[in-house]
Every structure is written in structure tokens, then in C-alpha cells.
């Protein structure tokens, strides 16, 4: 059970950095996370993928006074949706187009959301942007989506004035995620063989399922991941 769980997290990872790559190559905006790594990476002249996993490991030294620690999952998210995404932008190429562009951003969703429900399912342990979303709801009283909200509202911000890219993409995103999400989590949310979570509480499903704006399906009830 843990093999399956391993190989749907770094399947689902995979998936996620290429998503990015998709999104980028679309040039129809990004979602607000990845508006800000996108800036960065204008600004500093570093790949998006190091971005990735430098903001990352940095988002994780929040987790300190939150009191949230890590799992598996939680790294391989940190390293690997970076590494993915380069690599993903290295294999895709451009387009002029405007059918191709809308094509690729309907590609970058779905793969997205297939992405999500398959590391999310895989229930071993948080990325570190949910983690801090969900950290800062338990700490301040907030709702994991006023948390959500406040955060994306924030880096949003930023990495438009870095130079990120926004546009029709973030909205589509932002409406067509939380339902796609909500839909396949269920086919990949692997069963729990004993009632303890990765974190140790039995409400962190529903926290990432908030996250993600999204149901929490009966069979992941007990664990959380991103």
C-alpha cells in the first residue's frame, strides 16, 4: 500500500510540474503561486522550476512557528513539481497561435486537477504552500479559505509587479480547479489502512480539501496531502 501510495505521489508530482510548464507555454496567465514564481524568476534570471524549489524551502521555515511539520510527500512537492516543470518547458514548445495557446490552457487544467486528486489522494503529507495555509488557519482562528485568499491575494500581487503573468488563465483557473479536483479525488484517494494521518490529526483532509476548494470525499477522511 505505501509503494502505491509513493508511486501515485511522485506520478502525481510529475504530472503537477508539467502542468506549470503547459501554463507558461499557454502564455494565458499562471495561477497566483505561480504568477510570483514566475516574477522571480523574470527578476532573477533563474529557471521557474529553481524558483519552484527555492520559494519551496522557504515557505517551509514558516512552518516553525505555525508547529507544522512535514511528511514524504511535503519534500518530494518541494523538489520535484520544480525539477518537472523545467523539464516540462524544455520538451514543450511555444505558441503563436491563439488555438494552440487555448489549447494548451485547457490541457495545462485538466492535467492540473488530474495531478492534484492523484498527490493529494496519495495522503502523504502536505506541499508547503497548503501547509502554510492551512498552519496559519489553525494558529489565527481564520478559515482555510480566508487564509487561502489572503496568501494568494498577497503573492498575486507581487509576482504581478515582478512581472509574472496574469490573464485569462488565472480566472479560468481559480473557477474550473476546486470542481475538477472535487470530481476525480474519489477515483485516486488511496485507503487509509490505519485510522492515523500522516500529521497526526483527522481533520487535515478536510483542510486540503478546503484548500483546493473542494468536498472531502468519504475515503479520505483521515489524512492530508498537497
Not at 8 to 22: R, T
Not at 27 to 56: E, Y
Not at 190 to 200: F, H
Request: charge should be neutral; glycine fraction near 14%; aromatic fraction near 6%.
Amino acid at each position: 500500500m505505501l509503494t502505491r501510495r509513493l508511486l501515485q505521489l511522485l506520478i502525481g508530482l510529475a504530472m503537477y510540474g508539467v502542468s506549470l510548464a503547459m501554463f507558461i507555454r499557454a502564455g494565458l496567465g499562471l495561477d497566483p503561486w505561480d504568477v510570483f514564481h514566475q516574477g522571480l524568476a523574470v527578476k532573477t534570471g533563474l529557471s521557474i522550476g529553481t524558483v519552484v524549489v527555492i520559494v519551496s524551502f522557504l515557505v517551509l521555515l514558516l512552518w516553525i512557528p505555525l508547529r507544522q511539520w512535514p511528511g514524504v510527500g511535503t519534500l518530494c512537492n518541494a523538489v520535484l513539481v520544480g525539477v518537472f516543470a523545467d523539464v516540462g518547458l524544455a520538451l514543450i514548445p511555444e505558441f503563436s497561435h491563439l488555438g494552440g495557446q487555448i489549447g494548451m490552457l485547457a490541457g495545462a487544467i485538466l492535467l492540473n486537477g488530474i495531478a492534484s486528486a492523484c498527490y493529494i489522494g496519495a495522503r502523504l503529507g502536505p506541499g508547503a504552500r497548503d501547509g502554510l495555509m492551512t498552519g496559519l488557519a489553525r494558529r489565527t482562528g481564520w478559515s482555510v479559505r480566508a487564509s487561502r485568499t489572503g496568501i494568494e491575494v498577497v503573492v498575486l500581487g507581487a509576482g504581478w509587479l515582478l512581472g509574472g503573468s496574469v490573464g485569462v488563465g488565472t480566472v479560468l483557473y481559480a473557477l474550473a480547479i476546486g470542481p475538477l479536483v472535487q470530481l476525480l479525488l474519489p477515483r485516486f484517494t488511496v485507503p487509509e489502512v490505519r485510522p492515523v494521518s500522516v500529521a497526526g490529526t483527522e481533520t487535515e483532509a478536510a483542510d486540503v480539501a478546503d484548500v483546493a476548494g473542494t468536498a472531502v470525499p468519504a475515503t479520505a477522511s483521515s489524512g492530508r496531502t498537497d
